[in-house]
């Protein structure tokens, strides 16, 4: 056990003896790259000739007027290559990767989104990619899948436990321990052991610092709050990094609220009361579990927020008050998308749709000289099939029914 990597009492690295070395390696190759103005120049260059970088900021106009307080500012994420901030992070892994000379990567992923990120950088950089996912995220997700394997990777369906995220963490880590001599895990949130929490805010610091300077060039001024939603915590440190010496600008880290709280049904870790501290996945910080230790079922209509850790850095956020952390159930979330959407033709994934939602309850009693900012961590696209069934469109239905239809008249007649 090492004592770098802890903030305050959360963090730390608990990993297997026969990975310390590894993570010695690793941990040296990010001081290295940090120390190294050319690493962050190559980063730049890469993220503006490959995923859009600088995003901007838009002015959300009809929102501001109907809402009657504060005018709301939206980071535009979404704008990334493969649609959300996780292009941050890999691609900034990939250029690690490569130089630490491994030629193969290897991550999990819960609703995908992680996979097909890690997927496209390992296709630009000619990397062999091996993808571990639980085999029911596997048949729930399977537009990502198809795209994961289009572009070379190899998706292993997990059929161990659960079948879901906890159980592709534990089988990617295995594969690590074998193979961790030509192999760089691309580890897909500010979570994990150190120095993956720091590492990753590192990359995604790239958005906050952006965002400062455009609120400062476009308004003159900071604004008075900043919104992120919370899964791992990585786009919400990305935003907040911007943020962290100007005390006059309120952070605030927006969790799935799920079925409400005391509903059992959420994945609020810091937001509500019910998750203690403890280790596991590696790092110490607040997860939800029973009082043995044994991680709870969570539940959210956002696959990318329903986990059950949260950023070690951000539990120490939470403890200083530096952060304010909020819920928002499944309901909210999905009216708050649907007013996104309808009013300023912008199409927030469902995670993002969190941030939106509390920004949206907090403007109206804000001054009009104030101004918020929310992170649009990412687009819509991938979750066309629960918003198409949480707002029961019938012609969707149709469409899902004729295609299922003309498949099977296809395979008859094979
Ligand atoms: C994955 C994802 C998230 C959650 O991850 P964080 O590490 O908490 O940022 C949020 N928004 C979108 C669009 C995502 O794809």
């Known amino acids: 056990m090492k004592n770098s990597g802890y903030y305050s009492q959360f963090g730390g690295a608990f990993i297997p003896e026969i990975l310390v070395q590894t993570f010695d390696e690793l941990e040296s190759a990010y001081l290295a790259a940090r120390d190294d103005d050319s690493f962050w120049a190559e980063y730049l260059e890469l993220m503006s000739t490959y995923s859009c970088r600088a995003t901007p900021i838009s002015r959300l106009d009809n929102l501001t007027k109907e809402l009657g307080g504060a005018t709301i500012y939206v980071k535009r994420e979404d704008l990334n290559h493969t649609g959300a901030h996780k292009a941050n992070n890999v691609m900034g892994q990939g250029l690690l990767t490569k130089r630490m000379g491994k030629k193969r990567v290897i991550a999990e992923t819960g609703a995908g989104q992680h996979g097909v990120a890690t997927a496209t950088m390992a296709a630009k950089f000619g990397f062999d990619c091996t993808i571990y996912m639980g085999a029911l995220d596997v048949e729930r997700q399977r537009p990502n899948v198809f795209w994961m394997e289009q572009m070379g990777a190899e998706v292993v369906a997990v059929k161990e436990g659960s079948q879901t995220l906890k159980d592709a963490i534990n089988e990617a880590f295995r594969d690590w321990v074998t193979n961790m001599d030509d192999t760089h895990y691309v580890l897909g949130t500010a979570c994990g052991p150190h120095p993956f929490p720091e590492m990753v805010s590192w990359f995604q610091s790239i958005i906050g610092t952006e965002a400062r300077a455009q609120m400062l060039e476009t308004t003159g001024k900071l604004p008075s709050r900043v919104y992120a939603c919370v899964g791992g915590g990585s786009n919400a440190m990305g935003i907040f990094s911007g943020f962290l010496d100007d005390k006059e600008v309120e952070l605030v880290g927006v969790e799935a ?158």
């Not at 927030?348 to 918020?372: G, K, V």
């Not at 949480?390 to 029914?401: G, L, M, N, Q, R």
Request: net charge negative.
């Open 257 to 414: 609220g799920g079925r409400g709280r005391g509903s059992g049904q959420h994945a609020a870790r810091l937001a509500y009361d019910d998750a203690t501290i403890g280790v596991a996945q590696g790092y110490k910080t607040f997860f939800l579990q029973n009082t043995d230790g044994q991680m709870q079922e969570t539940h959210s209509v956002s696959a990318g927020l329903d986990y059950v850790g949260v950023s070690p850095i951000l539990s120490h956020f939470h403890e200083t008050g530096q952060v304010r952390f909020e819920a928002a159930t499944d309901d909210a979330v999905v009216a708050a998308m649907q007013r996104t959407v309808r009013r300023e033709g912008l199409i927030p994934a469902l995670e993002t749709s969190h941030a939106f939602a509390q920004a949206y309850l907090e403007a109206p009693n804000m001054s009009p000289d104030e101004n918020i900012l929310v992170n649009m961590s990412g687009r819509a696209d991938k979750d066309i099939f629960t918003v198409a069934d949480a707002v029961h469109d019938p012609k969707w239905k149709e469409f899902i029914i004729s295609k299922a239809d003309a498949y099977r008249q296809e395979m008859n007649n094979a």
